[in-house]
């Protein structure tokens, strides 16, 4: 089969089948060889690894990781698009289609399944409108995982990244730099894509950490208080956390623990790095 990062061969094949791009599945196909390769080389794909690919769509990116990879397992919502994969997909033996959606499959069992329960690589251009699901539901279910490469909104991947003191900086960048280490590898116009996207993209490489850089008694007692600072992030944290249902903390107990932590009883959440958030949650355990 034709190489799909050319426009012509992808738009002939959405011809052939008389396929019209679904912008409920946020489907917009990848259409250009250097940044397929520059993907597949920021994964660092081997023949030695797995793959789980997240939405397939025609079977571009899936043709550059089989070439690659020892195994790509590739999980497609689209029902429509099955038929059209076993076509583009014909010639690699090393790929498995499963059409399903990524945030109800048992994603543990496939990797059980398809690589002893050993850690794959997640490489995807993933659909928009579920980034956060997909990357939150794929840490927090501790999945044996070694990295996650994918394209998302540029703006996505900017709040990925940063630290804080600035305007992007939130619950999704501590989450995600909890478990991984993110690294943005490269920005893609929305002219790289059949149809284009309304926004830019970027490349993010998120290398899981064999140990979180902080450590915690309890987990989900650290994103519980992040993602209440953040639910209310222009309130001073004694006021965010001691107004929030769940978080069970008057506001004299958070003022007592931000002076224990020397920190100004009138901070915000968005001055908080992991490490200041993490003591925070061990003084309010
Ligand atoms: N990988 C292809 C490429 O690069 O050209 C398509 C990428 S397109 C941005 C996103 C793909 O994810 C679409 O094929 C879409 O149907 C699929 N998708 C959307 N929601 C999904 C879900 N919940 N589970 C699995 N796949 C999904």
Known sequence: ???????????EVLQKYHFRAQKKYGQNFLVDPGVLERIVD??????????????????????????????VVAVEIDKNLMPILEDTLSAYANVTLVNDDILKVDIGRIVEEENGGRPVKVVANLPYYITTPIIMGLFESHVPLESITVMVQKEVAERMQVGPGTKDYGAL???VQYYAKPEIVANVPPNCFIPRPGVGS???????YQEPPVKVEDEARLFELIRAAFNQRRKTLVNALGNAA????????????????HLPETVRGEALTLEQFALLAGELQ
């Open 246 to 261: 769940g978080i069970g903390v008057a506001k004299e107990q958070v003022a007592e623990a931000l002076k224990r932590l």
């Open 202 to 208: 970027a490349v993010i490489r998120l290398t899981r």
């Open 173 to 175: 960048s501590l989450a």
């Open 42 to 71: 920021a994964a660092g794909i081997t023949d030695a690894d797995c793959v789980l690919e997240i939405g397939p769509g025609i079977g571009t990116m899936t043709q550059y990781l089989a070439e690659r990879a020892g195994r």
């Open 1 to 11: 089969m034709a190489d799909l990062g050319i426009p012509q061969n992808t738009i």
